[in-house]
């Protein structure tokens, strides 16, 4: 009789353990999109045609599409006219940059393979106060191989570079990462 006590008693503990760690497990998490604490009046954003300090056909038209498509698809803010949004993003391409990773083997002159980044510096004003509520860069690379037409896989890398700046900056501005 007194093992069985003994055993209720242990069973006992174990189940207020595991109930206490399974409750406070979850204590930090929130349902919903977790914005930044300076962007949580933030619901609407404006997002102009980016503006470029280096010549790159129809690249500030991909980038200003790309970026526009990554918030609509992440969902914490609404796309909208400046006149009728709480913030705008404006930003502007610093540099494209070209590495060559790879060679040929018979001709190191002769590439193979290469990374294409975009590197974009940002800043988010609110359209109410001007206050400058963040700055910042944030780049996107993309690597690939080279065929015969050069521009055909240069125009391919920078767009899909294009895509990984705009989920980057999407990122940093709705989960502040």
Same mark, same amino acid.
């Given at each position: ?9 242990? @069973? ?7 109930l206490v760690f399974a409750l406070t497990s979850c204590v930090g998490y929130r349902l919903g999109n977790n914005k930044p604490n300076k962007f949580k009046d933030i ?46 993003? *404006? ?15 018979? @001709? ?17 004003? @609110? ?21 015969? @037409? ?16 705009? *989920? ?10």
């Amino acid at each position: 009789m007194q093992k069985i006590k003994l055993l209720n008693y242990w @069973n006992s503990i174990v189940l207020i353990t595991v109930l206490v760690f399974a409750l406070t497990s979850c204590v930090g998490y929130r349902l919903g999109n977790n914005k930044p604490n300076k962007f949580k009046d933030i619901k609407s954003l404006s997002v102009p045609i980016i503006g470029s300090d280096v010549i790159q056909p129809k690249l500030q038209t991909i980038l200003t599409n790309s970026i526009i498509r990554s918030i609509q698809e992440q969902g914490s803010y609404q796309i909208r006219k400046e006149k009728d949004s709480d913030a705008s993003l *404006i930003a502007r391409i610093k540099k494209i940059n070209r590495k060559q990773l790879r060679a040929n083997r018979e @001709n190191v002159l002769e590439t193979t393979e290469m990374e294409f980044s975009i590197e974009l510096e940002y800043k988010v004003i @609110n359209n109410i106060t001007g206050e400058t509520l963040e700055k910042g860069i944030t780049t996107g690379k993309s690597t690939s191989y080279l065929n015969t @037409n050069f521009q055909l896989t240069e125009s391919r890398s920078l767009r899909s570079a294009a895509e990984k700046v705009a *989920i980057s900056l999407t990122s940093k501005l709705s989960e502040g990462y």
